[in-house]
């Protein structure tokens, strides 16, 4: 998307104006306008040239604008909010020139004493009202520009109706002031007392000067609607020191460039993303994430631009700098969603595109009916003057586009970025969340779950015995063990003839005694396993956890669990949704038996397992036939489901594919922000419903009052009051949407379950055959026919656990010609099928090129 900053737009029909003569640019496939932040996104292959020349062809400005321009622009000062600071000049200005206006009406009706040389002098009392108007429309020239320009160019705007507003109360005024003083030349006295009750001068400043206090009252509510993305802007830092020719140098962060070598100091702000090369440090991350606890780096890990860097020295290469930084990202994603038009906000656009034409035929009406019944010029055009003050296309056009930038701005101060205007308002509407498992609802890595030594041998003992083992293994199990003894502060002891035994286990040697770990088949050659601990063991198996036995000079000394857990959160996460009225599914291309067991425990209402990639697209596909769906991922392969999806949710700690394919990115890859994005969009919609009524309302009730249709219940509505009206409107609505600051999008208290127009399918917490896409089309792999497929079966050496399972799986698969493989590690097989004509020494390759053997196909 090339976003465009647009100047010389007033009102929401400037905005539809701007948008209608943009989108007819050849190559333009859609635009949105912000009246909000005076933005536009194109996408399309139109050439910024063509698109400047059709702004500028409407009657506004127009010039394009970067993420690298803008955080330039936050630091020179070009995006603090200068138009407030201009409007206090101009109502000061108004202010000062109104209130003598104000006295002089003040004499009209309460006979406050007047100055001497105009005590018995009303003409020249009139003359003074005259040039004092005459200052106030000066100092508020810009209503006269903009509205007088948009007329010219047939695209009338809220300035139009202000201005024609004023100048035809001047105007008029002015006839009744040069006929006054020809009835005063002629003696006529009383004739000119009647000519000067008759003028409105006071009316025009008044209608000027009022609007001017809501537009500047607006002006500081719009600045504050952008302080999320304003504090993004300046956290970018300013300059990094980089390693040139072994000498450190000091340079502006927009020179550092990609695999430049640079360090951080303790307590400096990490200038670009990169990946440590020496040192460690706690860093916080909260300018990202919102995390406050700071995070431990060391050698390996990734750091990102604008992150703190509290402790230690580090030593780090560049990996992505410029706008490809995950701050520059952030930025874009803030800033598009601000560009970019909510579905909602298309109802305001079609009424303010013929708003500001209706209103003139409105006013013009209203002032030849009232003659046409008998009354006055002064009366009748009083009533127009009214009809064109209070109508506020302001306030429909700031009703959505206020209340999406303050909710994403609250979205983006909590870790949750809504990458359009659209995201965040379908995310609310979701009526059923498909969440990957591994690494969304689990971890992503092996931890150790239960240590369970036999009797008469302690954990510690157990644990010690298992990190001497395991500490040479590179299986993923092994590294498990390893991280739960570094939690402990234990060390490794030493052993000696360390053997990886593929299938069932290791076994080695500690100053002569043999030790051995492996799965149950292995140990039973090995030792006695104790019937309360097999029956144990076969339960956590039942939990989806793998059992590692471990024995020494043929005693077995225990059991420890080994499993990818799920993560804290994602239970209360899981119910929390439910709560709102959300069908929660799990997707995972994980065997039936892991899936079930991690489906039990994070409560979800539906699983469904042994899915391909492209398996949960299709059940995507087939989830949008119940209901309007999210799915919630982080992987590569999650990537296809995502864009398939009514909305895609990317976990933040995951790839770039899965990040570039979502909607919505959850900064601090945990669950529950899905329930809070929901949430936050579920507030933000109402907000805007909440601004629209008001708008509709003010408008449906206000014009026929300023027309005079209810003067027969003694209701009317003069220009004055009018102009006050119409500026509150419009701060009203502003700041009903900057109550959504207020908003704790993580508090559950006031959930509701929202009533959707498809009800969805009862829960059945079953496994793969509750898939709720109906044969044949079901994407789930299911038995297919002997025309289409061959079943062949390998034997395979080498696999222990689930996590070899998964290996060998993604293996095959990802043969050509290969529906679908089931291993079992238990059974050392692997049952595959596939198209005819398949061949099967490519089956064996891809087994043996993961690390295991291959002993037949049959």
């Not at 302001?394 to 206020?402: D, F, H, I, Q, Y």
């Not at 286990?505 to 006695?528: D, P, Y």
């Not at 119910?575 to 959300?582: A, F, I, K, T, W």
Request: glycine share 8%; hydrophobic share 45%.
């Amino acid at each position: 998307m090339q976003q465009y900053t647009i100047t010389g737009m007033s009102c929401a029909a400037c905005s539809a104006r701007v948008e209608k003569a943009v989108s007819a640019v050849p190559g333009v496939t859609s635009c949105s306008v912000s009246l909000l932040t005076n933005s536009m996104g194109v996408e399309g292959s139109a050439a910024p040239e063509a698109v400047i020349a059709a702004v500028e062809n409407a009657g506004y400005g127009a010039s394009v604008k970067g993420a690298q321009r803008r955080a330039a622009a936050a630091e020179s000062g070009e995006l603090k909010d200068t138009e407030t600071p201009k409007m206090l000049h101009r109502l000061t200005l108004s202010v000062i020139f109104w209130l003598p206006l104000m006295y002089i009406m003040g004499w009209m009706l309460w006979g406050w004493p007047l100055p001497p040389f105009f005590e018995n002098n009303h003409l020249a009392l009139m003359m003074f009202e005259m040039l004092d108007t005459i200052a106030v429309m000066v100092i508020n020239q810009k209503f006269f520009v903009s509205g007088f320009k948009g007329l010219l160019h047939r695209a009338p705007n809220m300035d139009t109706l202000v201005a024609m507003g004023a100048a035809a109360a001047f105007g008029y005024s002015t006839v009744m002031l040069f006929l006054m003083a020809d009835a005063a030349v002629r003696g006529n006295t009383a004739q000119a007392m009647v000519y000067m009750d008759e003028m409105y001068f006071e009316s025009a400043a008044t209608i000027l000067t009022l609007i001017t206090v809501g537009k500047t009252l607006e002006a500081y509510s719009k600045g504050r609607t952008t302080d999320a993305l304003k504090s993004l802007m300046k956290l970018a830092p300013k300059t990094a020191t980089v390693v040139r020719g072994g000498v450190e140098t000091e340079v502006p962060v927009d020179a550092v460039r990609r695999d430049d070598i640079f360090v951080v100091r303790p307590g400096e702000n990490i200038p670009v993303d990169g990946v440590i090369l020496e040192g460690h440090s706690a860093v916080n991350e909260s300018a990202l994430t919102g995390e406050s606890i700071p995070v431990d780096k060391a050698e390996g890990d990734p750091v990102s631009a604008a992150t703190v860097n509290q402790s230690g020295f580090l030593r780090c290469r560049a990996t992505r700098v410029g706008e490809d930084t995950t701050l520059a990202q952030i930025i874009q994603m803030v800033s598009d969603a601000a560009a970019t038009k909510a579905p909602i906000a298309k109802i305001a656009d079609k009424v303010s595109g013929v708003f500001v034409p209706a209103v003139l035929a409105i006013a013009a009406v209203t002032t030849v009916v009232w003659l046409l019944l008998g009354q006055d010029v002064g009366y009748a055009l009083a009533r127009g003057i009214s009809v064109l003050v209070i109508s506020c296309p302001c306030s429909l056009g700031l009703a959505t586009p206020v209340a999406i930038m303050v909710g994403n701005g609250m979205g983006a101060k909590n870790g949750v970025l809504f990458k359009t205007a659209a995201s965040l308002e379908e995310t609310g509407r979701v009526e059923i969340v498909a969440l990957d498992k591994t690494g969304t609802i689990t971890s992503g890595e092996p931890k150790v779950t239960d240590i369970l030594p036999a009797a008469g041998v302690g954990e510690e003992e157990l644990l010690r015995l298992a990190l001497a083992l395991e500490q040479k293994s590179e299986h993923p199990l092994a590294r498990a063990i390893l991280q739960a003894g570094a939690e402990r502060g234990m060390q490794a002891e030493a052993v000696s003839a360390f053997r990886a035994l593929p299938g069932n286990g290791v076994t080695a040697e500690q100053n002569g005694v043999s030790l051995s770990s492996g799965n149950l088949k292995f140990m039973q050659t090995r030792a006695t396993v104790p019937e309360p601990l097999r029956a144990r063991a076969e339960e956590l198996a039942g939990q989806g956890k793998t059992p590692l036995f471990f024995c020494r000079e043929g005693r077995l000394l225990g059991v420890i669990a080994v499993a990818d857990v799920i993560k804290p959160d994602s239970p209360q996460a899981v119910r929390e949704l439910q709560n709102m009225g959300v069908r929660v599914v799990m997707l995972t291309g994980d065997n039936e038996r892991t899936a079930r067991a991690i489906g039990a425990q994070a409560g979800v209402d539906e699983v469904i397992a042994g899915v391909l990639p492209d398996g949960k697209e299709s059940v995507i596909r087939k989830l949008k036939e119940q209901g309007k769906v999210a799915m919630v991922g982080d992987g590569i392969n999650d990537a296809p489901a995502l864009t398939r999806a009514d909305i895609g949710i990317a976990i933040g700690a995951g790839t770039d594919v899965a990040i570039d394919a979502a909607d919505v990115v959850l900064m601090k890859s945990r669950l529950s922000d899905v329930p809070a994005a929901v949430r936050l969009s579920r507030a933000t919609l109402r907000n805007i419903h909440q601004n629209l009524f008001w708008a509709f309302f003010y408008n449906s009730i206000g014009i026929p009052l300023a027309a005079g249709a209810f003067v027969s219940l003694g209701l009317t509505l003069n220009p004055m009051f009018a102009a006050a009206a119409m500026s509150l409107s419009s701060v009203c609505v502003v700041t009903n949407a900057l109550r959504l600051n207020f908003f704790d999008m993580r508090s559950a208290r006031r959930d509701k379950p929202v009533r959707h127009k498809r009800p969805a399918q009862p829960a059945t917490g079953e496994s793969t055959p509750a898939c709720p896409v109906p044969a044949p089309a079901c994407p789930v792999p299911a038995a297919p026919s002997a025309e289409q497929t061959v079943e062949k079966t390998l034997q395979i050496e080498g696999m222990m656990c689930e996590h070899c399972e998964a290996t060998v799986k993604k293996a095959l698969e990802g043969v050509p010609g290969v529906q679908e493989a089931t291993p079992s590690a238990a059974q050392g097989t692997a049952v595959v099928r596939m198209d005819p004509g398949t061949p099967e020494e490519a089956l064996a390759k891809a087994v043996e090129g993961v690390g295991y053997v291959v002993h037949g196909v049959g």
